[in-house]
């Protein structure tokens, strides 16, 4: 929960029929191509928003606006958390402010390309 904490904003509000871990499990399953870490602790993801009715919001970014993965990457989030129950729409929304930086990873995702 602490990486849920620092990857994302203060104002997750779960909803009654979700939670917020089975979203970020979706996220999870997300990952570029070129890089062997999730999206999410890659720190791509700024913002996470749960409406009690089921609405899901999600801003995210790219490690750059050049990025390959621009056209697929947010539709695949998108699918991802739209198959979980008790989602009744799903949006992701990609923001380029703040700009991603390498200080957005996780610790495990900069053990896992070799940074410190």
Excluded: F, H
């Excluded at 871990?21 to 999206?39: F, H, K, L």
């Excluded at 609405?55 to 056209?71: E, F, H, R, W, Y």
């Excluded at 989602?87 to 495990?108: I, K, Y």
């Amino acid at each position: 929960m602490d990486q849920e904490k620092e990857n994302n904003s203060e104002n997750m509000v779960p909803g009654p029929n979700l939670d917020l871990s089975q979203i970020v499990s979706a996220i999870r399953t997300c990952y570029d191509p070129e890089i062997p870490v999730n999206i999410y602790d890659m720190g791509l993801i700024y913002d996470i928003r749960i409406q009690p009715e089921g609405k899901v919001s999600v801003d995210m970014t790219l490690t750059s606006p050049q990025c390959p993965v621009a056209g697929s990457l947010p539709p695949e989030v998108q699918r991802k958390i739209s198959g979980l129950a008790g989602v009744t729409e799903a949006r992701v929304n990609l923001v380029w402010d703040p700009p991603w930086t390498p200080s957005r990873m996780s610790e495990a995702a900069k053990l896992t390309l070799g940074m410190d």
